[in-house]
């Protein structure tokens, strides 16, 4: 069981995390979005360790070396900006100091 948890997990991590940060990096999302999107992935671990204690969720989560997706969000939609600003393409820059 132990073995089936692991693979998947790492499908998660290396499958499903991955599109869904891709597709909402360069969308913005308020605070409750966010929650919603942590909330999806704790129930998800809940079903999959077969806990509703968060403790337990959160230290299986840290032994998985597993993220929530707003902490993966956050450090890629940072690295997406950066990236905007450096960009050299005339009407970027114009789009990006209107924002």
């Given at each position: 069981m132990e073995r089936?948890?692991?693979f998947i997990s790492q499908v998660h991590k290396s499958k499903r995390i991955p599109v869904l940060v891709y597709d909402l990096v360069a969308c913005p999302l308020n605070k409750s979005q966010l929650s919603s999107?942590?909330?999806a992935m704790n129930r998800c671990l809940?079903?999959?360790?077969?806990?509703?204690?968060?403790?337990?969720?959160?230290?299986c989560r840290e032994q998985f070396n597993f993220e929530l997706p707003t902490v993966i969000l956050a450090r890629h939609t940072s690295l997406?900006?950066?990236?905007?600003?450096?960009c050299?393409?005339?009407?970027?820059?114009?789009?990006?100091?209107?924002?």
């Open positions: 089936e948890r692991a999107l942590d909330f809940m079903k999959l360790f077969s806990s509703s204690n968060m403790e337990i969720i959160t230290y997406f900006l950066d990236k905007l600003r450096r050299d393409n005339c009407l970027i820059k114009m789009l990006c100091v209107l924002n």
